[in-house]
């Protein structure tokens, strides 16, 4: 692995345990803290998948290293949410809530996904992606106050 893949693999780890940190409720730390969160939340969230038997998903592969995006976002807002609960002092865990129109719309395309999967309705695209979709405006919500 090369110095500048390694970068990016770092700056990968970066965001998912930015966005991590922002859906456990998280708002102090770091570039530093953000990495060991994108990394511990990738293998947590690689071994929660796994032990489920769920499919990887968005694996960016840099230099011959592959990163589960998706997991390690969910693993390390797991281990902010589970830090919270456990730790004492000034933390305090919250999730910002989503405006009218996010959370209307995250509604409308769950409802879409779930007549898709029970064959009410048949359009060109999956009820996984419509619910996928669903979660990812959730998030975009969650992470920009501003929508």
Known sequence: MTLVELIILLVIAA?????????????QGGFL??????????LIG????????????????????????????????????LVGFAGRGGYRWSVT???RWVLTLSILLAVLALLVLTG???VSVSAFALMAAAYFVLLIGNLFRGL
């Open 33 to 42: 803290l953000a990495v060991v969160l994108g990394f511990v939340g990738a």
């Open 97 to 99: 809530p989503p405006t």
């Open 15 to 27: 965001v998912a345990g930015a966005i991590g940190q922002s859906l456990g409720g998280y708002r």
């Open 46 to 81: 690689t071994w929660l998948a796994r032990s489920l038997g769920l499919p990887t998903l968005l694996e960016v592969n840099v230099g011959g290293v592959g990163f589960p995006v998706i997991w390690a976002i969910i693993g390390a807002a797991l281990l902010v949410a």
């Open 120 to 122: 009410t309705l048949s």
